[in-house]
């Protein structure tokens, strides 16, 4: 299983970003994907959710209508528009996926979003 992620960089207040993950090794299209971020000093949180064939969404209340989670299925690829970003939004980015039937998980690297002034 291989998670990689992409697209992170800096920005200004009220910019935007779109992340990618890259998924391989696993049947991608039955497997619902999510996203994390992990701030300096704190714990990893969880950011958003998308169900197998991308039409359920879930997204924590710090992000609900600025983020934007979807999916090419085709590309075994899940992104993340990230629209009027925040200071706090500043964190690494992670994919995940749960292998259900194991209840292991499975996580990129990260990529590093910074929002600054």
């Not at 994390?36 to 950011?47: D, I, L, M, S, T």
């Amino acid at each position: 299983v291989q998670l990689v992620e992409s697209g992170g960089g800096v920005v200004q207040p009220g910019g935007s970003l779109r992340l990618s993950c890259a998924a391989s090794g696993f049947s991608f299209s039955n497997e619902e994907m999510r996203w994390y971020r992990q701030a300096p000093g704190k714990e990893r949180e969880w950011v958003a959710a998308i169900n197998s064939d991308g039409s359920g969404h879930g997204y924590a209340d710090s992000v609900k209508g600025r983020f934007t989670v979807s999916r090419d299925n085709a590309k075994n690829t899940v992104y993340m528009q990230m629209n009027s970003l925040k200071l706090e939004d500043t964190a690494v980015y992670y994919c995940h996926w749960l292998r259900l039937a194991s209840n292991s998980d499975y996580w990129g690297q990260g990529t590093q979003v910074t929002v600054s002034s």
